[in-house]
Each structure stands twice: as C-alpha cells, then as structure tokens.
C-alpha cells in the first residue's frame, strides 16, 4: 500500500485471480475488492465513511438505488430538504403487505401501502421517510413485481442522512435495535420492539452514527444472516463499540430478520 499515490498491490494467486489476472488499483478498487462491491458502491463508501461532498450520480446500495445530490447552501450538505407533498389515497391493506407478514395495522401506522396514483411513486408500495424530527423527507417505493429498481428514491434524497424510523424509536428508551431494510423494521415493531431503526442500506455512514449516539446508549446489531450480512455486522460494531454498548444478534444462516417469528 502507498498512500501517497493511493495504489496498493497485492501478489497473492487468490486476489489475482479474484481480480482478473490485475494485482492491485487504486483507493477504489482497495475499497470494492473489501467490501465486496462495484466501484460506484465503493465511491459512495468513502463518501458515507469520511463525510466527503458527493457529487452528482446514482448509488447502489442493498435496499435500492437513489441520486445524491451535490452538497448546497439550502442543505448545507447534512440534511435532506423536506418534501413538499405528501401522497394520498394509500392502500395500507393491500395484499403484498400480507404477503409480507405485514398487518393493516402496521401499515397504517408506518402509512405504508400501495399508491394508485400518477407519478414516479405509480403503482408501487410507497413508504414515508422522515428525519429524526418528523418532518416527511422522502417516499420510498417498493416494485410489487421484477420492475428495477426494485425500490425507488427521490432523486435527491440522502439515504445516509438519515436513519428510518428514528423519529419514533428515540421516545422508547435508550436501547436500539439497527436493521437494514423496511420491512425488517415493520416486523421488529410488529413483534413488540418499537426501539428499531433502519439503515435502508448495509452500511452505517457516519451521520447515522452520530445520530446513534446522539439518542441512545446501547445498539443491537440484527442484520441479514448471510456472508454479505455477517460481514457488515463485524464492520459496523467496529464503528459503533466507541460510541455506544454495541452486541450482535446472529440472525439464523441464510434468514432475514423480517422472515423470523414474533418470538
């Protein structure tokens, strides 16, 4: 590794091979061929790790895709702006949330359900975001079938901003279970532990983790229990132990938390 020239090299016949016969990159390259992703992946790695400005393009991250903005004066680069509509006319009872293991309830709770409406937003599962003070930030929306992406974001909201349903789980004590994914955060609250939060991704940037710290004093870590999953559990606890309690719940091998029982 030279970090004046950000290049590194590695000679050994197994990350030769796993690079296509190349024995080294640059900065990037080191930080896909770790994490296991695309270069795009590994530039908005580094963004979320070192509060780096992004610049315009589209992410790739576990639980969808969304465009990052260039950082501005109107959201001095740490926020995203609210949004200006909110969307009516939700199906909160709508089959696939039952497919899901998802109550009306639960839907109607988290205002969840499917929007018939025009728009980007048309014909999906659409899912209000809002940042640690409540205010509406963003509408995610789940495809009900094949369609990419399979979740669709604002064009210019931050996922690594914000953490999803923090505004709800700050006022149920001080310990806070962390997922990835939506619907492992309805489950969560569904079987009784209304202290969860969502990444929307499999990384913790580190707004996220001052927002952790900021509200809470203990974190329990129950990600997705696969290679990917296990891996940013380790990666995570590492950012989180100097800030808070932090534990790991070994989710079962291959499951997700949202396919888990209540108990």
Not at 60 to 66: L, P
Not at 78 to 107: K, M, Q, W
Not at 139 to 154: C, D, H, M, S, T
């Amino acid at each position: 590794m030279n970090v004046e020239k950000n290049a590194w090299a590695c000679h050994s016949n197994s990350c030769v091979a796993a690079r296509g016969g190349r024995l080294g990159g640059n900065v990037l390259d080191f930080v896909a061929s770790m994490e296991n992703c695309s270069l795009r992946g590994a530039a908005l790695r580094r963004q979320d790790w070192f509060g780096m400005n992004p610049s315009l393009g589209s992410s790739d991250a576990a639980v969808g895709t969304s465009t990052e903005p260039p950082a501005d004066v109107s959201m001095n680069g740490d926020s995203n702006r609210p949004l200006p509509f909110t969307l009516t006319g939700i199906d909160s009872c709508h089959p696939y949330l039952a497919e899901r293991g998802v109550s009306p309830e639960t839907g109607q709770h988290f205002g969840l359900g499917l929007f018939s409406g025009n728009g980007s937003m048309a014909g999906r599962i659409v899912i209000p975001i809002h940042n640690e003070d409540g205010v509406l930030v963003a509408y995610a929306g789940r495809a009900l079938n094949q369609a990419e992406p399979k979740y669709r974001f604002p064009t210019r909201f931050r996922k690594s901003l914000v953490l999803f349903n923090l505004c709800r789980a700050l006022h149920h004590g001080e310990r806070v279970v962390i997922v990835e994914g939506f619907f492992d955060c309805f489950k969560a609250h569904q079987a009784g532990v209304p202290c969860v939060v969502g990444l929307m991704g499999c990384s913790l940037s580190r707004r996220q983790t001052d927002l952790l710290e900021q509200h809470f004093s203990e974190a329990v870590l129950l990600l997705d229990g696969d290679k990917a999953g296990r891996a940013t559990s380790a990666t995570i606890a590492a950012q989180l132990v100097p800030k808070l309690s932090t534990r790991v719940v070994q989710v079962p091998e291959g499951s997700q938390p949202d396919q888990l029982s209540a108990d």
